[in-house]
């Protein structure tokens, strides 16, 4: 078999075979087929699409490049949430001990952020003591003990789609559907659980700009991760805003806390509840109606927060932090953005405003920049506030004075004003199942 002929065959249009394609995953992943291949390959998956069929083996070869999880221990009461990527997007924060503390075993690799989408593992990292590594024994105790595991992703999951991933971020071919559900749902097949529930971001701080194209890859996922055994169910949601008014690792755990308290009652809290209640539907066999129930008790009674101290506590972070947030990294300079407008605010930019909070400190330009847990951004004001001239639009959070300046003028550029107010938009567009 030679990748040249595999190379002609997609260009030309036509099916690849099983073989075929775990010949590819296999030589790509050992070094055997170089980067030149595998990109011109890519290209021809770009233009001529892959079948389901093709689709599945794909996405089943990546997921078995590497180190897979097992955790049949816990029967179908397994469940994972993944984000699309987007600006404020702290649900898992909140999520997973509400999941956890109605039975579920939420078990997950969370990456970091880049650019100007934040990272799960970051933020738990800011929590003093969390620990992000965790041998396989480890992470199946501690979700035995408190139902809830998060980590980084391990040196050997998928290596296959760590490899693949930085190729098409190279070659344009990131927005290939069936390059983007492999990539996607290789890692959730490779992580275990049994039930998935993605949470797929449209808008201008999210990957796909407008919700039908987000519908699209929502649809492949679930049709693909259901081929592959596992039961998946996609939420719409819409990230033309940042989720919640936090953008910045500490600050955003936060937010959480309050939204996990029943302090906090906005589009964070809705499309978290909301996704929680598709996981709790799933591990628990009910509808969506009836968990929504159950997981707004478990905020009200307290058992979600008890449950959410407990398993940080479990990874070796100071739970204090969360009964008393005061504890979390805070920064030293804290700078109010003016407006200089009297109308209302009819839009923002929520790529721009992450790219502000990255500016600050918050995120990384490159994988090898160090974030500042404390750095990130307070919205003050949203879409549909009426602002008058001298009322602050947000806080900046930093510990480098030398780039309020430019991330000022980020938000500035992203912040829209008008006349009238803007038409309300759906936060959560459409549950796929």
Known sequence: MR??????????GLPLSDREIKFFIDGYTSGEIP??????????????GMS???????TKCMANSGDTLDLSRFGDLTSDKHSTGGVGDKTTLVVAPIVASLGGYVTKMSG??????????????????????????????????????????TGNLTPADKKLYALRDVTATIESIPLLTSSIMSKKLAAGAKNIVLDVKYG????????????????????????????VTAVLTNMDIPLGSNIGNALEVKEAVRVIQGKQNDELSE???????????????????????????????????EKMKEWIAAQGGDANCLSNTDLLPSAPLKHPVISDKTNYITGTDAQLIGHAAMILGAGRASKEDVIDPSAGIVM???????????????????????NIPAAEAEIRKAVIFGDKPPEPRPLIYKIIK
Do not use: W
Request: aromatic share 6%.
């Open 380 to 402: 003050n004001k949203k879409p549909g506030d009426f602002v008058k001239e001298g009322d602050i639009i947000c806080t900046l959070h930093t510990s480098s004075p030398e």
């Open 271 to 305: 499309v978290c509840f909301t996704l929680a209640a598709e996981m709790v539907s799933q591990v628990r066999k009910i509808p969506s109606e009836e968990a929504r129930t159950l997981v707004t008790d478990s905020v009200s009674n307290g058992s979600a927060f």
């Open 204 to 231: 201008s701080g999210a990957f796909m700009k407008t919700a039908e194209d987000a519908g699209i890859l929502a649809e492949t996922m679930v049709k693909i991760g259901k081929s592959c055994g596992r039961n």
């Open 35 to 48: 980067d030149y291949q595998a990109s011109a390959l890519c290209m021809a998956i770009y233009f001529r």
């Open 3 to 12: 990748m040249s002929d595999i190379i002609q065959k997609k260009r030309d």
């Open 52 to 58: 389901d069929a093709e689709t599945v083996t794909l």
């Open 112 to 153: 970091r952020g880049l650019g100007h989408t934040g990272g799960t593992a970051d933020k738990l990292e800011s929590i003093p003591g969390y620990r992000l590594s965790l041998s396989e024994d480890e992470f199946i105790k501690t979700a035995e003990k408190t139902g809830i595991a998060v980590i980084s992703q």
